[in-house]
């Protein structure tokens, strides 16, 4: 089974890996933990408000999928993790679409 777990890194993220941890998953099974960074619903207005927004995005993802991933260490189950940016629906679609989960 494939399973692509997108992650913010609020709680409620983090509910969501500790209730799946609880899953008696094997070796055969891969969960994908994703942290998307958003971007600014306008692109070309941001400027140097929006480098400042995406830097502190790209500072913060390390620590979010780790956390993420630190809560997965326990299954069997193969654990991998992606960090992207974009529009977070769009890219959790993408992602799920490109690993086939």
């Known amino acids: 089974m494939k399973i692509l777990?997108?992650?913010d890194g609020s709680k409620y993220s983090d509910g969501a890996a500790r209730f799946l941890a609880r899953f008696n998953l094997s070796e055969a099974d891969e969960i994908t933990a994703l942290h998307v960074i958003p971007g600014l619903p306008f692109p070309h207005s941001g400027g140097s408000y929006q480098a400042a927004?995406?830097?502190?995005?790209?500072?913060?993802?390390p620590m979010i999928i780790d956390e993420t991933a630190g809560l997965l260490k326990d299954l069997r189950a193969?654990?991998?993790?992606?960090?992207?940016t974009g529009?977070?629906?769009d890219a959790i679609v993408?992602?799920?679409t490109q690993s086939g989960s």
């Open 5 to 7: 777990l997108a992650t």
């Open 78 to 84: 193969n654990v991998s993790t992606a960090v992207t």
């Open 94 to 96: 993408a992602v799920g």
């Open 53 to 61: 927004l995406m830097q502190l995005g790209e500072e913060l993802a």
């Open 87 to 89: 529009y977070p629906a």
